[in-house]
Structure formats: C-alpha cells, structure tokens
C-alpha cells in the first residue's frame, strides 16, 4: 500500500495484529521491502509481532527523486576518501525522517527498529534524534561511518559500482547474481536457481539505479555518528559478518565500542546478505527485545 507521509510517499506492507509490538524493518542501499525474506518476515508475525517494511525513497515503488540530478559516484568516493565534503541530493538524515514520519502516518509511538546496512545507518540516526519513538534497535552489516574504518574489498566494491551488460531481463539477472556472489556469505551460499529467480523478482518489481545512485551520496555524504551514539538510552543487539567483504568486520567490532551496553554477535561464515543463519539471529534479537519490553 502507498502511504503518504509529511516527507514522502513510500510503499509500505504492514503485517500482523495492530495492537501487537511493532518491528519497523528498514532495507539497505538500492533493496527493495521484499529483500526482506519472507520466512523471516512470517516468523516474526508468528512470534506475535506486527511487521512493518517500506522501500526507502527513491527505490522500488515508492516516490521517486529523478529531478535531483546526482553527482558521478566517483567524484564523491574521491572527495569521501580526502575528508572533503560531499553533497548529496538528500542526506541520510532526511531518510530517517522519512522513517519516522511513516510512524506518524501509521499512529505508531514506539517501534522496535531492525535496521541492516544502510538501513542500520538510518536507524541509528532515528535512535539518535528521535530515542523516545525507538523501542529497541537490532543493527545488520552496518556502520557508525567513522572516518577511519577500512573501505570494503576491492572485488566487493568493483561488483558494487559495476553495471549491468545490458537492460534486458537476462543481462539485469546476471548483474544481480554476480553482485550477490560478491558480496554474499561464503558459509551459507544461496542455491544458484533460488538466487536468480530472486533477483528476477527484485528487477521485476522495480529498477531504478539512479535512486541507487543517489543514495550511496547520501552514504557517502553522512556524518561519523561514534560521539552521538554513547548515550542511546534503548537496548540494542548488533549482529555483523566476520566475512563481510563490503561492510568489513572491524565496523561491527567499531559499532559495538562506539555503543557501551550493546550485545555484539560476530558470525563466521556470514557476508553481506540475508541467508536464515542471520534472519535467525535478528529474530531472535528482535523477539526478545519485544518481549522485555511489553505491549506498545
């Protein structure tokens, strides 16, 4: 369903009983609501929780920001890696406004937020700005963005920034496995049918990479967020890859300084994607925060 909100209007699926605790899920750079796994998805209603997810701005179906014109990526990672400034056209701050005013929108106070990624970036800015609307926070794969964390794998990075051969249906879906492989989990592969019939799915639904353009500017553009993130007041799980070769581990071990009280699961095995080894653990770390926590 499309959901208008003070920000933008954003694609939304909300599922499970409207007085149970609410599990905000928030998506990574260029991912759509349905790279969420389903099972993982389903479980959590299971669980007795009510699930909401949303394609981020300017990816899948929600609003889209063709007018604002991005800069070439390259340009931005050159200025990133100098230390200079770089301007997106929107900010990672605005995407977590657009988080929070989905809440509004939807009459929700409180939500648990399950951010991975970039998605963990914005959560961590709505916890930052906004604590007394965050629950908990269980972060994925992400990063406080400190200046001094290595940059990911060079083959990562190169698949990242790749383009597709082609714009037919074929060329996308080869583009999108060889991304996967990537950066996937070298311990938990995804069966070659199964993660083509995905991604088949993902381009499908919706290709827009520009908006994915767009924001990794707005990744790029962010600010270290280590000296806000002390004194978060919420409980907060993080759970991070130790072969992650785009987000690398030492940003998870980085994450879980910068957060004093956090509880920290470093997984063997475990890249840069969702295989049930990880959904697991964010439920596990989702339900039980829910549970401590009581009704909404």
Not at 51 to 65: E, K, P, T, W, Y
Not at 186 to 207: H, K, V
């Amino acid at each position: 369903m499309q959901v208008a909100t003070r920000t933008v209007c954003l694609e939304v699926q909300d599922n499970g009983p409207r007085s149970s605790p609410v599990a905000l899920l928030i998506m990574g750079l260029g991912m759509q609501l349905t790279a969420w796994p389903q099972a993982f998805v389903d479980a959590l209603v299971g669980d007795g929780l009510r699930v909401i997810r949303f394609d981020n701005r300017d990816i899948g179906l929600s609003q889209a920001f063709d007018h604002a014109k991005a800069r070439a990526i390259p340009w931005a990672i050159a200025r990133r890696m100098l230390r200079l400034p770089v301007r997106p056209p929107y900010s990672l701050d605005a995407m977590s406004d657009d988080a929070v005013a989905l809440l509004d929108a939807l009459g929700i106070e409180r939500a648990h937020l399950c951010g991975v990624s970039m998605g963990g970036m914005i959560a961590q800015i709505v916890a930052i700005r906004h604590p007394q609307r965050v629950a908990s926070l269980t972060l994925a794969m992400t990063s406080s963005g400190a200046r001094d964390l290595p940059w990911p794998r060079p083959a990562a990075a190169r698949a990242l920034l790749r383009r597709p051969r082609g714009r037919d249906a074929e060329a996308l879906v080869a583009y999108g496995v060889r991304l996967m492989r990537a950066i996937g989990s070298p311990g938990f592969p995804t069966p070659e049918a199964e993660l083509s019939l995905q991604i088949r799915r993902w381009f499908e639904r919706s290709y827009r990479p520009q908006g994915v353009a767009r924001q990794l500017l707005a990744i790029a553009a962010a600010s270290d967020r280590t000296p806000r993130l002390a004194g978060l007041p919420m409980p907060v799980h993080i759970i991070h890859g130790l072969d992650d070769p785009l987000v690398p581990i030492e940003h998870g071990r980085q994450l879980a300084r910068a957060i004093p009280r956090a509880n920290a699961d470093f997984v063997a095995g475990v890249g840069h994607d969702l295989p049930e080894a990880v959904w697991q653990r964010l439920r596990r770390a989702v339900v039980g925060f829910a549970s401590a926590s009581g009704p909404r």
